[in-house]
Structures are given as structure tokens and as C-alpha cells.
């Protein structure tokens, strides 16, 4: 993964907030490197950790699929055959993507002052922005070795 922003998608309102969601569902962009990383195996990554808990309302499962990648998501789903797990849908849903409030982006992160500290240091008031924030915000998560982005920080 190149970034990541907390978000809402899939309504109609423009600029929703956290308190003025609307229909809007609670959403993260991914912005990845398919050079790096093709698209159905960032579907597979979110279908083993993924476990949908809604189907309406902010918190629904749903799969913005990018422009041009509604073939890959179209064979995946037809090797799932029956498994297939919800909110990964063929085909696009409407709408535009809203980054969501400064003090929902890295989230986890946010909670480590000093690393906070340090990227801003290096990168300014943008830091969350960045692919090392990034790295930094999945520490833990299955796939992501932190110990040479946490040396980056020095």
C-alpha cells in the first residue's frame, strides 16, 4: 500500500462529517501500486480479516471497486463460487469518497506522541498522508514487518 485515509463513501450529501453522516457508510481508500501489490490480492487480504457485521447504515460492508478493476473483482468472485464473503460486490457503487476528520486519520497511530512527533518532524503538518504513517498506523497487522519503518524515523 502506497496510503490509507479514513473516509465516508457511497451517499449523497457533500463533505459529511462523523456527526453529519447522512447515508454515507464509513469508508477507507486504499491507494496502492499494482506494480506492488495487484488488486485481487488486496481483496483477499480484506476477505480473511474482514468480517462484515451490517448491511445498512454508516457501518455496512461495501466495496468501492476502482475504475478498471471490475474484471479482477469479477474473476475473484468466481473462484469464491458460494463463500463469497459480504460487501465485496462486482461492479462500482456511486459516489464520491470524503476524507474523514483529522483526528480519525492513523488512528492507532495517533496514540504514539513520540512517532506523531517525529513524523511531523520529517514531513509536516501532512505527515498522515504519507506511506510511512501508513506502515507505521498497521503496525500488528498480519503482513507488516514495522521494525525498518520505525528506523526510518531515526
Do not use: C
Not at 42 to 70: C, D, K, M, N
Not at 74 to 88: C, F, H, K, Q
Not at 131 to 143: P, Q, S
Amino acid at each position: 500500500m502506497v496510503q490509507t485515509r479514513a473516509g465516508y463513501a457511497g451517499g449523497l450529501k457533500a463533505k459529511p462529517t462523523y456527526k453529519a453522516i447522512a447515508d454515507h457508510a464509513e469508508a477507507l481508500r486504499v491507494v496502492y501500486d499494482p506494480e506492488r501489490i495487484p488488486y485481487v490480492q488486496l481483496l483477499e487480504h480484506l476477505a480473511r480479516w474482514h468480517t462484515p457485521r451490517r448491511t445498512l447504515g454508516q457501518y455496512r460492508s461495501i466495496v468501492f471497486v476502482p475504475e478498471g478493476e471490475q474484471a479482477a473483482v469479477s474473476a475473484y468472485l468466481e473462484t469464491l463460487g458460494e463463500v463469497r464473503p459480504e460487501g465485496i460486490a462486482d461492479g462500482t457503487e456511486a459516489g464520491r469518497f470524503w476524507d474523514a476528520e483529522d483526528y480519525h486519520q492513523k488512528y492507532r497511530l495517533r496514540r504514539d506522541a513520540e512517532a506523531v512527533g517525529k513524523l511531523r518532524e520529517r514531513y509536516g503538518q501532512d505527515w498522515d498522508r504519507r506511506e510511512l504513517a501508513t506502515k507505521l498506523n498497521a503496525r500488528g497487522v498480519e503482513g507488516f514487518g514495522v521494525g525498518e519503518w520505525l528506523a526510518l524515523l531515526g
